[in-house]
């Protein structure tokens, strides 16, 4: 007798703790009740799990919130990874009809409490009088035990339900605890069967290899020369004819970056009506080295273009950083010849070059 006893204990399928994969998702108790959406009872399933599970010779069962008395809805077929699987109960006169059921029973849920059990077998259940009953029997998969309820999983039932609410698993049936007090909460029944889009609980891996894609890069890269001027004009005044005008300053600044230095070089026109002698003088700045006509401070004259420049003077490296100050001063390298009074016009240009 002991060996006999020991062997069916051995036998007898294990209970099951957090379902791995089927578990009710959805109970709606208000089918066919004033104000109900729908006119029929449902229960709906999700697998939360990664494969197809089979649903052949499992079950349904509905007992009263106190009761022991269980009524049972045989299932078929199967419910892949990520999908939905609804039982249509018991109908009324209100509401709306439910997605076409991938099972039918007749079991009437009451609003006010119940428990509703995914059974793998189609025996009839004698558990629920009291908490945790129904999760000790191996052939109980899930429970959920609502409202009035004396049988659930965890510490508590799941909230009552209405007409117009249904027990709803949280994270769209992805969370299960075997607690139906936090698993559960009261909203609004959105029955699905097995056509609708799976939704699986866990991301599909990303995909093996890489992917790369093209940006092209591009910029433009300036080269820094710039010249700037102490005046736009320079002007001597009056003088007369013999006369050797005082010098102006213009000082011209030059920027650069190029590493190898610079040349800093002048021109002009001729005079009008009549050409006059300009000329000029220059002191370089530090690291400048002054042309070699201008050595010394003297003042040469600026040629006529298209004569060739006067060199002012070359740097072998970038300028400073606010630039290169070459101390210049446009003067006459002789007096002024007779020439008829008038106004004498004539432009210089200065010119850096990058070396």
């Not at 009324?92 to 029973?105: C, Q, Y």
């Not at 339900?161 to 007090?181: E, F, L, P, Q, Y």
């Not at 000082?251 to 300009?278: C, E, I, K, Q, W």
């Not at 040469?300 to 060199?311: F, G, N, Q």
Request: aromatic share 6%; proline share 8%.
């Amino acid at each position: 007798m002991i060996l006999a006893s020991l062997a069916a204990l051995l036998a007898a399928p294990a209970a099951l703790g957090a379902s791995p994969d089927l578990v009710v998702n959805q109970v709606f108790a208000g089918g066919g009740n004033a104000g109900a959406p729908y006119s029929n009872d449902f229960v709906e399933l999700f697998n939360r799990g990664s494969s197809a599970v089979d649903v052949g010779g499992w079950s349904i069962q509905y007992a009263s919130g106190s009761g022991t008395s269980w009524q049972v809805t045989p299932l078929s077929g199967s419910v892949q990874a990520g999908g939905h699987y609804l039982v249509q109960l018991a109908s009324g006169s209100v509401g709306a009809a439910l997605p076409t059921p991938d099972a039918s029973g007749t079991s009437n849920l009451a609003v006010s409490g119940g428990k509703v059990a995914l059974a793998h077998a189609t025996t009839a259940l004698t558990c629920g009088a009291a908490a945790g009953s129904c999760s000790a029997d191996p052939l109980v998969t899930d429970l959920v035990g609502y409202g009035s309820a004396t049988d659930y999983e965890g510490a508590g039932a799941a909230p009552a339900i209405g007409n117009t609410t249904a027990a709803v698993r949280a994270d769209g049936g992805c969370t299960d605890t075997d607690v139906n007090s936090s698993d559960f909460s009261a909203a609004a029944p959105t029955p699905r069967n097995s056509a609708a889009t799976a939704a699986p609980c866990s991301a599909p891996p990303p995909p093996s290899g890489g992917v790369s894609q093209n940006a092209p890069v591009d910029i433009d890269v300036d080269s820094v020369l710039s010249l700037a001027l102490e005046r736009p004009s320079i002007s001597f005044g009056h003088a007369a004819a013999g006369e050797t005008p005082a010098s102006v300053s213009e000082r011209v600044t030059v920027a650069s970056n190029h590493m190898t230095g610079y040349a800093l070089t002048v021109h002009r026109s001729a005079f009008v009506p009549a050409d006059l002698p300009l000329g000029l003088s220059a002191s370089a700045p530090p690291g400048g080295q002054l042309g070699g006509q201008l050595v010394g401070g003297a003042m040469a004259a600026i040629p006529i273009a298209p004569a060739a420049d006067l060199l002012i003077g070359t740097t072998s490296a970038p300028s400073a950083p606010a630039g290169d100050a070459w101390a210049t001063n446009v003067g006459f390298v002789s007096p002024l010849p007779f020439v008829t009074p008038g106004h004498y016009t004539a432009t210089v240009t200065y010119t850096a070059i990058g070396r």
